[in-house]
């Protein structure tokens, strides 16, 4: 499927995919160690139906090869067709001064 990916005005990285044809029930998203992984299920692709490009069964994944995202809290959403993953970056790791006794 067409994917686009870019960052927003915040700084989180977005997922699109153009996903005509599907439900959102036919749809999962999975995180695993470092990877996002989009599965579409479409089920029975026998039939006139199954010849539609929009309409055929795909796994897609994207790697964060940077480690540098939060994949653990990403947010995905699915309307009139489109998916959507925002993935927001890592929190920055912050020092901390330990005190000595």
């Known amino acids: 499927p067409v994917t686009d990916l870019y960052r927003d005005e915040e700084g989180n990285s977005i997922i ?4 005509a044809g599907f439900s ?3 749809l999962s998203v999975e995180v695993k160690k470092g990877k996002i992984t989009i ?3 479409q089920g029975n692709e026998s039939g006139e139906n199954s010849r ?3 309409r055929r069964s795909f796994t897609r994944t994207f ?4 480690n ?3 994949l653990e809290n990403a947010k995905a959403i699915f309307k009139d ?5 925002t993935v927001p970056p890592t ?3 912050q020092s901390t001064i330990i005190k000595i006794k």
Request: aromatic fraction near 0%.
């Open 81 to 85: 067709g489109l998916l959507q993953i």
């Open 39 to 41: 599965i579409a299920d």
């Open 16 to 19: 699109e995919l153009a996903l």
């Open 52 to 54: 539609r490009i929009a």
């Open 24 to 26: 959102k029930d036919q």
């Open 68 to 70: 540098k995202l939060d």
């Open 63 to 66: 790697v964060d090869h940077s």
């Open 91 to 93: 929190p920055e790791v």
